[in-house]
């Protein structure tokens, strides 16, 4: 994959340009185009390094189109990993069937009832379910027990407790429902990726350009990752918080919450 990077590099210097001139004209932060020429395909998710690298080949003058099906050929070359000669399988040797003693009953072998038991045991099962029948014949023709019907002060306190258990649960859900709201103001000041989670949804990517202003708003709680911290000027409600790194560094995971706001 570096000789795609080297080419790069090498038809820009051919022009005479340096990575100010080239980030001027495309719009791509500086940093990011050193980190192409130097190989660092990690530094931003692959759609982005992917289009810098087509805007890159389109304005030094190569055919962008054969300079990424390169790019792609050489990535997956070293993605790709070797097939591992392993020593053949051995396969276990079925187990012996095991012989059986012809002293050894079968199920089939088993001894049959004698027609004695057979003659005195249907007579004994006929009486039994005889019985068992008469039996719910009697206990159905028994009176039964009244229920009695609870007292009216005793339904009223079980509607009155109710009540005050739905109320309270009501409380608590608006309670949960409609928390203070947090809005995060961001400034953009150069080219910079940004990934944001708003309270542990799904994480949204962005690309911002030079002069961008963004707000996002949370019920509890921002994670910030971006790849040029220096880059963002952030707000949060009223509360100027400033760039949260250096130009250029990464920063990951960065929690931005109602605590932030108490901090001094």
Do not use: C
Not at 27 to 54: D, K, S
Not at 145 to 161: G, R
Not at 190 to 219: C, H, L, S
């Amino acid at each position: 994959m570096d000789s795609v990077f080297q080419e790069l590099k090498q038809a820009r210097e051919a022009k005479s340009l340096s990575i100010g001139d080239v980030s001027d004209a495309t719009l791509i932060n500086a940093h990011f185009l050193e980190a192409i020429e130097q190989g660092n395909i990690t530094i931003l998710p692959q759609p982005y390094v992917r289009a810098f690298i087509r805007e890159y080949a389109g304005f030094v003058g190569l055919d962008p189109v054969e300079i990424m099906r390169r790019y792609d050929q050489m990535k997956d070359a070293l993605e790709s990993p070797p097939e591992a000669e392993g020593p053949p399988a051995i396969h276990p040797a079925p187990p012996p069937e095991e012989k059986k003693s012809p002293d050894q009953p079968t199920a089939a072998s088993a001894a049959p009832v004698t027609p004695t038991i057979a003659r005195f045991a249907l007579p004994a099962i006929l009486i039994l379910t005889l019985g068992i029948v008469v039996w719910n014949l009697t206990r159905s023709k028994a009176p039964g027990v009244s229920e009695k019907t609870p007292p009216a002060n005793t339904i009223q306190e079980s509607v009155i407790d109710s009540t005050a258990k739905q109320t309270v649960a009501g409380q608590k859900s608006a309670t949960l429902i409609s928390p203070d709201s947090l809005t995060l103001h961001a400034t953009i000041s150069d080219t910079v990726w940004v990934q944001i989670v708003i309270d542990n949804m799904e994480p949204q990517q962005y690309m911002f350009r030079p002069g961008r202003k963004i707000t996002w708003k949370a019920k509890e709680n921002f994670r910030l990752t971006t790849g040029n911290a220096g880059t963002i000027d952030l707000v949060l409600n009223d509360r100027h918080l400033g760039p949260v790194g250096k130009r250029g560094a990464v920063v990951r995971n960065l929690d931005i919450n109602r605590k932030t706001l108490q901090q001094k």
